[in-house]
């Protein structure tokens, strides 16, 4: 049986076993009157996830495994001796055998594979026939082993409620062990990047063009430091610049100013803000603000003005922004106590004087708090600038000059027909694994700032 | 004696709910008042209509009189800033701002621009925290976070925070209610020796509290007030039944 149909054979497996133990259950019940420390249901429940949990944690893992085992059997048989040595060749040999062996292929290129391919399917069936023995006999021994327990005594309900815990503990594992794969993957390929291009080149080198690559030393147009600036400057500094006090400002106007009513419909406008897809936003950036924002340029004076500036990705990216900064800051500001504001109004302080002077110093940690998460989510958008900003590296502070980021710089690198094992792809990993270890650490912080901040009012 | 704060015919609705009925009251110079009666009765709502804090409330109306030594209060010309500059008021919990002790106190005074240079805000500072009964105990920690303090210390902040921008009135709304006895007496005596430099103010939902530190007490019951005058006559032989009623114990 296929894996597929083992799943369902085991769900079965395992309402049959549910409806097996409740029946227990209730015939013990009946005719008793004492108090029971779980309903049938439970005892039902406890019998089912031990007729299910063994078969499916067995199935999990042979899923992972199978396939290796296969293949090994395959490269046992005597066909298999004709096999070239391993690598690409007998790599894509042994696939197309697996194919055919399954009917996914019509035809092979290769006459080994098509030799290969009933060795294929023999061994699969093999395999499929142990998986299903395995299943059913963890299947029945859970499913004894639960049963014998099934007893007035028996506290299944708490039992139940422990496997439910362990259950929902695993859930949240996976995405924290996802982060970590992630996290290794990243190291990994950066690793190798290293292995190529010393780190102290990649991280302080001011020359980046990865387009030339000097073989003798690519260290020398891989210098990441311009990617660095572009990206501060572009996220950290224009995006800010407009995100910041437009935040700030309609968060106080929303808190402070705003009647109910406006606030009602005003709060979900800007938050749809936040719900445009990025991808739209860019749009906006390439085709509407970058063109006005070079006009303008020109119009200046400054003639050679770039139509992929920073001005242009910055601005609509801290437009973009302007909703997370107002609703940290929305959130800080409400969690200033009424007393304080109404301890500033009777000194005869103005509604202004008040949010200048004792609003926002006491909610400034979470602004600040916000203002980080805010500039690391900033620093790590890609769809703007893939979209608005150029692909040229260069160290300015000129806002109409064209930057690049290192979330653009990743896309291009990974984008075309480089072969992977070049520094040149190598670097998006490097890239990418520098700008992970930043806003890690910007979100880190800025947890810590918003949580001390936090524990002052309660 | 002279008059100081007169109400007539106050009216207050929170939307379409009255908490005040035609109140009529004048209010002394030289005396502590103490507004006492049952929770909702509208004592502190209608303390709050004396430095208009009532505006902050959205919904709030107020109708009727109010003059500050014969300003109507209520009046298109009344500078808000200026009333509350002139009728200060603490709060039923104590509530310094997250700043230093100093900071707290010079707070009035910077937005009112009652001093010019250092030193005239540090005498300010200190006067307005000597007359709190504040200073011997914080004079060596000014820089400290007014927030740091204990309960009834933070209060007595609060108190100079509002006698340093010079009120002609304080308005104290249950200012005990969040102290242990101790910090208690401290504010009463406070209270006796802030009497006649300030016109005082006081909600208070104790009775012995009123009893002990006014020497006018009005009745406030269901947004009316009941029966208003001196503090002996209210406790020893008041006018009304309900007065009696309440003081006597048998609601509250």
């Known amino acids: 049986m296929s894996l597929g149909a083992l799943f369902f054979v085991v769900a079965a497996l395992g309402l049959i076993a549910w409806f097996v133990a409740r029946a227990r259950a209730v015939a013990f019940r009946t005719g008793r009157r004492e108090r029971f420390s779980a309903l049938p249901g439970h005892h039902g429940a406890f019998v089912a996830l031990w007729t ?90 859970g499913f004894a082993f639960a049963y014998a327990r099934v007893r007035p005594t028996f506290a299944a309900r708490s039992q139940v409620e422990r496997i439910v815990m362990v259950l929902l503990l695993l859930a949240s594992l996976i995405a924290i062990l996802t982060t970590v794969g992630i996290v290794a993957s990243l190291v990994f390929e950066s690793a190798r990047f290293f292995s190529i291009v010393p780190v102290t080149d990649f991280l302080f080198g001011t020359h980046w063009s990865p387009q030339v690559i000097d073989p003798r030393d690519p260290g020398a147009s891989l210098g990441a430091v311009p990617l660095f600036w572009g990206t501060f400057f572009i996220g950290a500094v224009i995006a800010m610049a407009v995100a910041i006090p437009f935040g700030l400002m309609s968060a106080i106007y929303l808190t402070q100013y705003a009647r109910p009513s406006t606030r009602r ?114 620093i790590g958008e890609t769809m703007i600038v893939v979209m608005a900003a150029s692909g040229v590296a260069q160290l300015t502070l000129n806002p109409f000059a064209s930057t690049t980021t290192v979330t653009k710089q990743i896309v291009d690198l990974l984008t075309g027909e480089a072969e992977f094992d070049s520094a040149k792809t190598l670097a998006a990993f490097a890239l990418g694994l520098t700008l992970f270890v930043v806003t890690l650490l910007l979100n880190i912080f800025a947890l810590i700032v918003v949580k001390r901040y936090r524990e002052a009012y309660d | 004696m002279t008059q100081k704060i007169t109400a007539h015919d106050v009216n207050v609705f929170y939307g379409e709910k009255q908490a005040i009925r035609q109140v009529s009251i004048d209010i002394d110079q030289e005396d502590v008042t103490a507004f006492i009666g049952p929770s909702g009765c509208g004592k502190s709502t209608f303390l709050r209509t004396l430095n208009r804090m009532n505006d902050t409330v959205a919904s709030a109306r107020v109708e009727g009189d109010i003059r500050l030594d014969g300003e109507d209060i209520y009046s298109k010309d009344m500078d808000v800033v ?171």
């Open chain 1, 52 to 141: 299910m949990l063994p078969p499916l944690i067995f199935l999990a893992i042979w899923w992972f495994t199978s396939p290796a085992l296969v293949t090994d059997a395959v490269i046992g048989t005597a066909a298999a001796a004709n096999l070239p040595p391993p690598g690409f060749e007998r790599a894509a040999i042994l696939s197309e055998a697996r194919n055919l062996s399954r009917g996914e292929a019509f035809g092979a290129f290769h006459d080994l594979s098509e030799l290969l391919a009933p060795a294929y399917a023999a061994a699969q069936s093999r395999y499929d026939w142990i998986a299903t023995a395995l299943a059913a006999l963890l299947a029945f021994a």
């Open chain 1, 265 to 378: 419909w005003m709060k979900p406008v800007l938050e749809v803000l936040a719900g445009v897809p990025t991808v739209v936003y860019g749009y906006f950036a390439a085709l509407t603000v970058a063109p006005a924002v070079r006009d303008f340029a020109v119009s200046i004076g400054v003639s050679w003005a770039s139509s992929e500036s920073a001005l242009a990705a910055g601005l609509v990216m801290g437009v973009m922004i302007i909703p997370f900064v107002s609703s940290m800051a929305d959130d800080s500001l409400a969690a200033v106590p009424n007393s304080m504001r109404d301890g500033s109004l009777a000194m005869g302080a103005t509604p202004s004087e008040t949010i200048r002077k004792v609003l926002v110093p006491a909610a400034l940690p979470g602004i600040v708090g916000g203002v980080l998460l805010a500039v690391s989510r900033a």
């Open chain 2, 82 to 252: 200026q009333l509350r500059a002139r009728v200060g008021m603490v709060f039923q919990k104590p509530n310094p701002f997250p700043k230093s002790i100093y900071e707290n106190v010079a707070y009035g005074p910077r937005i009112h621009g009652l001093a010019s240079g250092k030193s005239e805000m540090d005498a300010i500072v200190e006067q307005s925290l000597t007359r709190a009964g504040l200073w011997a105990e914080v004079k060596d920690r000014l820089s400290d976070s007014g927030t740091a303090l204990s309960g009834g210390q933070q209060q007595r902040l609060c108190i100079a925070r509002a006698i340093a921008v010079d009120p002609e009135v304080i308005l104290m709304d249950e200012p005990c209610s969040a102290l242990d006895p101790i910090a208690t007496a401290r504010i009463e005596e406070l209270i006796h020796d802030l009497r006649g430099r300030y016109a005082i103010v006081i909600v208070t939902h104790n009775m012995q509290q009123a009893a002990r530190v006014s020497q006018k007490t009005a009745f406030f019951h269901l947004g009316e007030l009941v029966e208003y005058g001196d503090t002996n006559d209210i406790f020893t032989n008041p006018r009304e039944p309900r007065t009696t009623d309440y003081i006597t114990g048998r609601y509250g």
